[in-house]
């Protein structure tokens, strides 16, 4: 790249990566326990090694696992190098902008149009996919395929996973309080009466625990079951002051105002994950990308189990996204790099990911390994909810207003200002974050 166009991507990437720094360990996989070997600058290893950067060291077992066969296979190493989410963009802005990108990597829906924007830093993957008798993309979800191309529709990643979101419920709380397990047919209010009937502030224990950065789980999957929208279909208007919008978040409020949940320091200071594992909160809502994190810890292996979000008026609907392989187009090793996402995307890859518990995958058909990982979970609860789906909404420098947003919704959460004001004063922000990107 010039001297200004790399002047032009570092003023580009700035802004969004400041806002990325803050976004929720907890979204699309990324999951940070730090206990692998870290990479911080994303430079290629200098032993000839293929570099793959990920960011979620709780699927790095599975992935090696993974890339052996692929080693066996080709003769090609890899070297997995798992950067916390909370650094992963800035050493990837810091690696492209560099000119030392890693060969292959993860991208996510929130910053792909960022790099989409150049023409020399994602590898198009597109002659290699139309001639691979390995991928095929009418196998894979259509918005996670369209998610990964450019405006010209180059493909620049292949999809590598696919999740929805679910509610999580400690039975033996349920038990206790001599309440019945969520139904298949359950409504948010029946939610809400639920909530209720688990809280004892004087035992700590409340019957949920929604915040700001449980977005993908819980409140992005509530407006849209209201009928309300996140962002507009063409991407231009925010839909935060729709009626049906501003309805769904007032459902969220009313639980709040209920006494359901944790007072909010107590839930900002702690993930939802952690409230569920100590007893505190009966329900929590999780991502698919969650599990293996779930399912390490024994309190929530013991007591807990899985079931369908509720239904709004128009019905129940999870958010659903996924990660994608993408590979440098700098580098050096751009041939062996696409030969990995060949295989990574393949069938039997994909089909592998699933039987690992890595994630669900993205390839049909391919994810009934992952529910049977855990048989005594009602993970068919997550493949089940594909059918009620609604694409993750992001547009062009969605990482801009997003921190915006989570700004804002702290008012609402904390009780420091009505929904309904918070989620109109938002719209105004955002669609002035809109108008600047078209």
């Not at 400041?18 to 326990?33: E, I, K, R, V």
């Not at 939802?272 to 999780?286: D, K």
């Not at 890595?358 to 049977?372: F, I, L, R």
């Not at 990982?373 to 909404?393: E, R, V």
Request: glycine fraction near 8%.
């Amino acid at each position: 790249m010039n001297g200004g166009r790399v002047m032009k991507l570092k003023k580009v990437l700035a802004a969004v990566l400041a806002a990325a720094m803050t976004l929720s360990m907890a979204a699309c996989g990324s999951g940070d326990s730090g206990n692998s070997k870290e990479n911080k600058d994303g430079k290629s290893s200098s032993d000839g090694k293929l570099t793959v950067a990920i960011w979620d060291s709780n699927q790095e077992p599975g992935l090696k696992e993974i890339m052996d066969k692929f080693t066996e296979d080709t003769g090609v190493e890899v070297d997995i190098q798992v950067t916390p989410w909370k650094d992963y963009w800035t050493m990837l802005e810091a690696a492209t902008t560099g000119g030392e990108m890693p060969d292959v990597f993860w991208m996510h829906s929130d910053q792909i149009a960022t790099y989409a924007q150049y023409d020399d830093i994602l590898l198009d993957l597109s002659d290699k996919i139309e001639k691979s008798d390995k991928i095929d993309l009418s196998k894979y979800p259509e918005s996670i395929v369209k998610t990964y191309q450019n405006e010209d529709g180059a493909q620049l990643a292949i999809p590598k996973d696919i999740d929805t979101c679910a509610v999580w419920y400690n039975k033996t709380m349920f038990d206790e309080a001599g309440v019945p397990y969520p139904s298949e047919d359950w409504t948010w209010e029946d939610f809400r009466e639920t909530a209720k009937k688990l809280t004892n502030p004087e035992k700590n224990q409340y019957g949920t625990a929604i915040t700001p950065n449980a977005y993908q789980e819980s409140w992005y999957s509530t407006i849209y079951a209201y009928g309300g929208k996140v962002l507009s279909d063409d991407k231009k208007k925010s839909g935060f002051d729709d009626p049906k919008t501003i309805e769904a978040m007032q459902m969220i409020e009313n639980i709040i105002k209920d006494g359901s949940m944790p007072e909010y320091s107590v839930m900002s200071e702690n993930s939802t994950t952690a409230l569920m594992s100590a007893g505190t909160v009966a329900m929590t809502f999780q991502g698919s990308w969650a599990l293996t994190d779930l399912m390490d810890n024994d309190y929530i292996k013991e007591n807990c189990d899985v079931a369908l979000l509720p239904k709004g008026p128009e019905g129940r609907k999870s958010i659903t996204n996924g990660l994608g392989w993408a590979a440098s187009a700098q580098g050096d090793h751009t041939e062996e790099a696409w030969q990995l996402i060949e295989y990574l995307g393949s069938e039997e890859a994909q089909k592998q990911q699933a039987d690992l518990g890595v994630t669900m995958s993205a390839y049909e058909g391919t994810s009934e390994g992952w529910t049977e990982k855990y048989p005594d979970k009602n993970l068919q609860a997550y493949i089940d909810l594909m059918n009620d789906s609604q694409p993750y909404p992001s547009s062009k420098n969605t990482q801009v207003w997003f921190q915006a947003m989570l700004d804002k919704m702290v008012d609402g959460f904390s009780g420091k200002k009505p929904m309904e004001s918070v989620c109109k004063d938002f719209a105004k922000e955002m669609n002035g974050f809109l108008a600047e990107e078209q």
